[in-house]
């Protein structure tokens, strides 16, 4: 299918989406949780903000920490990485829109000290190698952090200081001026464009969270387009909503115009709506703040339109907590979810501190429309606090799992690998097959997964346990044991959407 096609069926799609909607559907909303379910999202977040690790190093070390970094989480059971590059309208990536960044190279502007050398790619390629995934994680409308940072001289702000609002101690772009959502759109289609990223990422942060007295200045971008776009004076909040509507909307049409199989996911604040502050009583019972009425992001107007392909709240709440209860939280998004993937972000030093780690991942798994977790945040895992590391590795995440098929984007199978064969030289004895290499087709294959059985066993590749390798080459290197031991080997693809062809199988001896 070519890229014309593929952007006007995506279009179609998004169309219907818009003037129909999906409901949630009526099957149980629970299920019995799998301990080693081989469709499983596993995600960590890396965030780059308010580090100080990688500008203390130079490209060369810079490259050994994330590929040590990918090879631990991977070992971990990880299978998609979060990786933060727009920290603060800034990148960790070559850009002609948006200086290097700061927590990069210590000074905002200032290259890395190999001109070839680029944090995304080289982290993308680390990923993909593995068989993983890696979602660019943006923020969009912050600028500075705090207000004594000083910005590189071809910052956007330089030249219309005008488009940005000062709120506390931090500088934002305003949220309701159309150049600016257009400018956050060519950021993200320059990423998707360029880079081979399998997703774009959001996270929490969209109109800032409240200073208590203090209001959010806009008022000129209020005056000079809430009228005309159909809100009153008393209406601010429904016009900011719009704004950031506006946004993801535009983001998700800007990434399918561009590759139709980038995701597009959001991880909002745990709390959509308190009961309490809800008409008709459909908020969740808690006590807190709130995406909708705080932060103005309408987190399920976004997945009900189809404008988000995956869904991650933020739970990061203890189980019992007074204000907002883990487990409340977990039963109302599952209740409230529709067509697209819906993930849970998990705390890990909380969970771990208060030893609920395995009970929150056991009921995310006992619910019917949860598909996997992330955990917040990647550096804890790293440094192995608690032992949370050995503890995911060999328990929690004992088997690798594949990530769920985003069967809302596409439902085919790739093609099954042909000419699956075992192969001896004199150094090794591997496997090869063959698959047509289109990397700008989405419905052929991007990734193999390679089945191991024992002689005897039956043949059965619905079990994660059976997972011995994904991987995006079409070889597989055999162990060698004694040359007497007679295995199945089975080998599937997986299409840009995660979705698996059917087995290949060959038998061999090791």
């Known amino acids: 299918m070519n890229r014309q096609t593929y952007c006007r069926i995506t279009g179609i799609f998004l169309l219907s989406m818009i003037l129909f909607g999906c409901g949630s559907s009526k099957q149980s909303l629970t299920r019995v949780a799998e301990t080693t379910p081989k469709h499983e999202f596993r995600g960590v977040w890396v965030q780059t903000v308010g580090q100080s690790r990688y500008r203390q190093m130079n490209s060369a070390a810079m490259k050994h920490y994330l590929s040590e970094m990918v090879r631990q989480f991977d070992e971990a059971g990880i299978n998609a990485v979060i990786f933060q590059v727009r920290p603060e309208a800034d990148a960790f990536y070559k850009s002609d829109l948006e200086p290097w960044s700061r927590f990069l190279t210590g000074e905002q502007g200032k290259a890395p000290d190999d001109p070839s050398f680029d ?11 593995r068989g993983m995934e890696l979602h660019a994680w943006l923020n969009p409308y912050r600028v500075k952090t705090n207000l004594s940072n000083e910005l590189a001289s071809n910052h956007i702000y330089d030249r219309y200081p005008e488009r940005f609002v000062q709120y506390g101690n931090q500088l934002f772009f305003d949220p309701g001026l159309p150049e600016n959502r257009g400018f956050i759109c060519n950021v993200v289609h320059d990423i998707v464009a360029r880079y081979d990223v399998d997703a774009i990422h959001m996270d929490d942060y969209f109109y800032p969270y409240p200073i208590a007295g203090t209001p959010f200045h806009d008022d000129r971008s209020f005056s000079r387009y809430a009228a005309s776009q159909g809100f009153s004076s008393t209406q601010r909040g429904d016009w900011r909503r719009n704004n950031v509507n506006l946004l993801i909307q535009q983001i998700k049409y800007t990434i399918a115009a561009e590759k139709p199989w980038v995701r597009f996911g959001v991880s ?6 308190n009961k309490r502050s809800t008409p008709d009583g459909s908020g969740s019972e808690t006590n ?3 995406n909708y009425d705080d932060l103005y992001a309408d987190i399920k107007l976004w997945v009900e339109k189809g404008w988000v392909d995956y869904n991650l709240p933020q739970l990061y709440w203890e189980i019992g907590h007074k204000a907002a209860d883990y487990t409340t939280l977990l039963h109302w998004w599952n209740a409230n979810n529709f ?7 998990q705390d890990l030093k909380r969970s771990v501190d208060k030893n609920e780690l395995d ?3 056991r009921q995310s798994r006992e619910m ?3 598909q996997g977790n992330c955990y917040w945040y990647g550096y804890l895992m790293l440094d192995n606090y608690r032992e949370v590391y050995d503890h995911l590795r060999s328990q929690t995440h004992r088997a690798k799992s594949l990530i769920p098929a985003y069967t809302h984007m596409h439902k085919g199978r790739p093609a099954k690998v042909k000419k699956l064969a075992d192969v001896f030289t004199e150094d090794m004895h591997f496997l090869t097959w063959e698959h047509p290499n289109q990397p700008r087709n989405p419905e052929t294959a991007q990734r193999f997964v390679v089945y191991r059985f024992r002689k005897g066993e039956r043949v059965d590749i619905s079990r994660a346990e059976n997972i011995v390798k994904i991987t995006p080459d079409n070889f597989f290197v055999l162990p060698y044991e004694s ?3 007679s295995y199945t080997y089975v080998v599937t693809a997986l299409d840009a959407f995660h979705n698996e062809s ?9």
């Open 339 to 345: 067509e697209q993937p819906l993930y849970i972000g």
């Open 359 to 361: 009970v929150k991942i």
């Open 483 to 485: 040359g007497k031991s």
């Open 288 to 290: 807190g703040l709130q």
């Open 268 to 273: 909002p604040f745990g709390i959509y709506r």
């Open 368 to 370: 019917s429309f949860v």
């Open 502 to 510: 059917k087995p290949a199988t060959i038998k061999v001896k090791l």
């Open 119 to 129: 944090p995304l790619a080289f982290i993308i390629d680390e990923c993909h190698k």
